[in-house]
């Protein structure tokens, strides 16, 4: 099993429109006046894809056919580094939630296409300013670590300004449940003393979300949590330091 068979595998029955009630309303609230059109890259199962087309021309994008199964507006099969439409073709571009997962490569192209396809504006939501070795496994198997949720990268406001220099940066909030940040020190020490089984996420997460697939050997388990004095204790002083953040980033840009 590769990794897109992986992704095709997901159950993409199990998210609702209800899970992301307050976040499709934040987005519907930010979107310009002027928009009619919307491409959605990287829609999955299209929770927000099938809102936003009962008020605008949605074409939406993913590379899983099963996802797209569950999409009601117009829809593409297709990567979002390699996306088979025309150059300017829409008034908008939207993506939520798909940047950090992409590898480099992927995501250079990815971002290049978001530039090509719109005609004026680009919406990205991501994790706010997320640590995503705050929720490192290592794979029993092969001793490969990586983070549970294959989250890749992390963004602050000031990665978009570099990563889209030909556009204004026009609208930009941090939304939705606060969650703890990690003290990069701390988790580095963490990292060294203690196995990722050990640490406090995964004591609250329940057992359904703790079965993952090791992206390098492809082998299945369920991530157990196991009590570590030395993890614990670096758990509890990283309460101390780190503030909670709004778990989502929201940026609305505007061609120049």
């Known amino acids: 099993m590769d990794n897109k068979a992986i992704y095709e595998a997901y159950d993409w029955s199990a ?10 309303r934040k987005i519907l609230g930010i979107i310009p006046e002027d928009v009619q059109t919307i491409l959605d890259i990287g829609c999955g199962n299209g929770v927000i894809s099938n809102v936003l ?74 994790p706010n300013d997320e640590n995503p070795d705050k929720l490192a496994i290592r794979c029993p198997s092969c001793g490969f670590v990586y983070n549970s949720p294959n989250h ?12 889209f220099p030909e556009f ?17 020190t701390l988790l580095v020490l963490k990292k060294r003393i203690s196995p990722a089984q050990s640490w406090i996420p995964y004591y609250w997460m329940p057992k359904e979300k ?22 614990t204790t670096t758990d509890v002083a990283n309460v101390l330091l780190s503030p909670k953040k709004p778990y989502w980033l929201f940026v609305l840009m505007e061609k120049k």
Do not use: W
């Open 152 to 163: 890749l990268r992390s963004f602050k406001l000031t990665d978009f300004e570099k990563l």
């Open 15 to 24: 998210l609702k429109e209800a899970d992301l009630k307050d976040k499709i």
């Open 53 to 126: 087309g009962k008020a605008y021309k949605v074409t939406a994008v993913d590379r899983s056919e099963k996802a797209l199964g569950f999409v009601k507006t117009d829809k593409v099969l297709a990567s979002a580094d390699n996306i088979p439409l025309p150059n300017a073709s829409f008034d908008m571009v939207f993506s939520s939630e798909m940047l950090e997962h992409l590898p480099d490569g992927v995501f250079e192209k990815s971002v290049a296409e978001m530039k090509r396809l719109t005609k004026k504006y680009i919406f990205i939501t991501v």
């Open 168 to 184: 204004n940066l026009i609208n930009s909030l941090a939304f939705g449940k606060k969650v703890r940040h990690y003290n990069k």
């Open 210 to 231: 703790r079965e993952t697939i090791c992206p390098k050997c492809e082998h299945q388990f369920e991530n157990p949590y196991r009590f570590n004095l030395l993890a």
